[in-house]
């Protein structure tokens, strides 16, 4: 049961549900937890919150003092039932797949409910009524819970949505993409959370642009394009207007157009003025609308999507992007990599839509030469190797051609292999 206690009354073992007062304004990123350490009692003690909400189903619940009554008179025992024989339990065999239906039936239980409380956040935004603070901490948490419990049936679940589901799961899915990158490039927590806020709402400006023009299934014309440029202001400037919306979201509801050469919008900032916050959202919201079927095209593949990233020269920073392809373990095919086990690789096809990379390993960077060649499949237990970075073969003497060789002799097995 859910109840709502003054901050004084806050005891270890209870279950946080959630902190009333001003968004964002709690003490901790998280909505829900078990309090468990002092360091955190202190904490909530110490802050403004006047009052929380606990779950007494999942912790302690308060200490409450009861009047002193008079004993009452001791009922007469009922008459004892007759115990029911116990009904035989039929174990049902696992599945080798189970854990991962498991896994995607999770990732779709969140994914609808995200879906709905950001149908309702966006409404109230169109409406023109106040964000309520409490749905986006919610969808916040949920999505960091699915990420750490299993990013890639999450991710994947995410990418299905249908064209009508679009406008709602696109900013769920930066949501997730951008607290996985942050947890790949070793952010603090806190950091993280205010990038999954920042995610989840920087596409608010859209609830503020025609349908028709937003929805619109063919090509836009330079009046409609302009129009939903304005997105971008006018959404950051609705987050102003809620308050208390971390720096940090703004900063991304406002650039996350903007591009490494100064050529996007709204403000043509060149490469060193986007904040890191601003470039990551970028790439992420980037990425999720090219693998999502849309009113006017359909979803390209991940690898597509990266690759077709990776060419647009001057649109997205190059060193984040590779952070960003390590985060969803996605690369270009003929990428030529360091792996951690000091070999040089390049990335093969692997024929399916979304499985592990496939690396073919052909070189030794401590001795310096070639090696015998071995398909490593990238983030596999048997493995454990990983790409570290991308290289330029001719630092190493090696020509381009002598790997498109390799590539070719190799692509009827890797396929087979996949």
Request: overall charge neutral; proline content about 6%.
């Amino acid at each position: 049961m859910r109840k709502s206690i003054r901050r004084d009354q806050l005891r270890l073992g209870m279950f946080i549900h959630g902190f009333e007062g001003s968004w964002f304004k709690h003490p901790f990123w998280r909505a829900r937890f078990l309090l468990e350490n002092d360091d955190d009692l202190a904490t909530v003690l110490d802050s403004e919150i006047e009052r929380l909400i606990i779950d007494t189903d999942k912790g302690v619940d308060v200490e409450e003092r009861q009047p002193a009554s008079p004993p009452r008179p001791a009922a007469a025992p009922a008459p004892a039932r007759p115990a029911k024989a116990p009904q035989p339990v039929r174990a049902t065999p696992l599945r080798p797949d189970d854990g991962h239906e498991v896994a995607r039936i999770e990732a779709t239980r969140v994914t609808n409910r995200s879906k709905k409380l950001m149908r309702e956040i966006f409404d109230s935004a169109r409406l023109g009524k106040a964000v309520q603070c409490a749905s986006v901490t919610a969808v916040v948490a949920d999505v960091t819970s699915m990420i750490e419990k299993n990013r890639q049936a999450f991710l994947k679940v995410l990418r299905l949505k249908s064209k009508d589901e679009y406008t709602y799961l696109h900013s769920v899915a930066v949501c997730a993409l951008m607290i996985n990158l942050g947890r790949q490039l070793k952010l603090d927590e806190a950091s993280i959370a205010d990038l999954g806020t920042a995610g989840l709402l920087h596409d608010i400006g859209k609830m503020l642009v025609p349908a028709d023009v937003l929805n619109k299934p063919g090509r836009l014309t330079a009046e409609e394009f302009a129009i939903i440029q304005t997105h971008a202001e006018r959404g950051s400037q609705l987050l102003e207007e809620i308050g208390a919306v971390p720096d940090l979201a703004l900063d991304v509801c406002r650039h996350h157009h903007e591009k490494m050469d100064g050529t996007g919008y709204p403000s043509r900032l060149p490469g060193a003025q986007i904040s890191l916050a601003a470039r990551m959202g970028a790439i992420c919201d980037v990425y999720d609308a090219l693998t999502s079927n849309r009113v006017y095209k359909e979803a390209w593949t991940p690898v597509e999507a990266i690759t077709r990233m990776r060419s647009w020269e001057g649109h997205f920073d190059p060193a984040l992007l590779f952070s960003f392809m390590q985060s969803i373990e996605t690369f270009p095919v003929g990428m030529v990599v360091r792996l951690r086990s000091n070999r040089l690789g390049v990335v093969l096809d692997n024929g399916r839509r979304a499985s592990r990379p496939k690396v073919l390993a052909f070189y030794s960077t401590r001795d310096q030469e070639w090696i015998e060649k071995d398909i490593v499949v990238i983030g596999e237990s048997l493995s454990r190797d990983a790409i570290l970075e991308e290289v330029d073969p001719a630092h190493w003497g090696i020509e381009r051609a002598a790997i498109d060789r390799l590539m070719e002799a190799e692509a009827p097995r890797s396929k087979l292999a996949g």
